[in-house]
């Protein structure tokens, strides 16, 4: 992922603590609902990436041997390194196909949760999300929306400063990681 799953010392995506941050409060969520299962949660975002720049990461998941895997790109493709719509898909479906391929995981991919549309920022997000869905659904991985999770929580961007860090910022916070 990028920035907003990024957790490295100073920033935890937007949250006040590492375990503020969305996967973290996933983790906590499995564990409590599935008190005999063990989660482990390993952090590979790296902000300011776009999705392309993911598949050059897969190396670090090697150690690790992962059951699950959670792709979380998107609001970079649209803000800070642009790539066309089609290009996020393309890369995105060739994430998929490789982490399968080399860990036989299973992959979730996380859309873009985006700007507020109040005061947008971002180019092509429609698009975009349309692009991660068709690509999630054509490899057969599981899609989730973070963005229509959000725009229901702020109601459609009204109450965005009180899940972000400010009402034209994309990072969630404290309160934005848990509808993540």
């Known amino acids: 992922g990028d920035s907003i799953s990024e957790v490295k010392p100073g920033w935890n995506g937007g949250a006040k603590s590492p375990a503020a941050n969305w996967a973290a409060v996933l983790v906590k969520r499995l564990g409590d609902q ?4 063990t989660f482990t949660l390993h952090h590979f975002a790296i902000g300011g990436q776009n999705t392309y720049d993911g598949l050059g990461r897969l190396d670090g998941l090697e150690p690790h041997a992962p059951d699950l895997v959670l792709v979380a790109f998107g609001a970079n493709d649209c803000c800070h390194h642009f790539l066309e ?3 996020t898909g393309q890369a995105l479906g060739a994430l998929v196909a490789d982490i399968r391929k080399r860990f036989a995981a299973d992959v979730v991919v996380v ?3 985006g700007d507020n549309p109040r005061k947008p920022f971002f180019r092509h997000l429609d698009d975009t999300l349309a692009a991660q869905r068709a690509a999630a659904a054509k490899a057969g991985a599981a899609f989730v929306d973070a963005r229509a999770a959000i725009l229901a929580a702020t109601f459609g961007g009204d109450r965005w400063a009180d899940f972000h860090l400010a009402a034209d910022n994309c990072h969630p916070s404290d309160a934005g990681h848990r509808v993540w």
């Open 34 to 37: 599935h008190p005999g299962s």
């Open 111 to 113: 859309g873009t949760g």
């Open 85 to 87: 719509p089609a290009e």
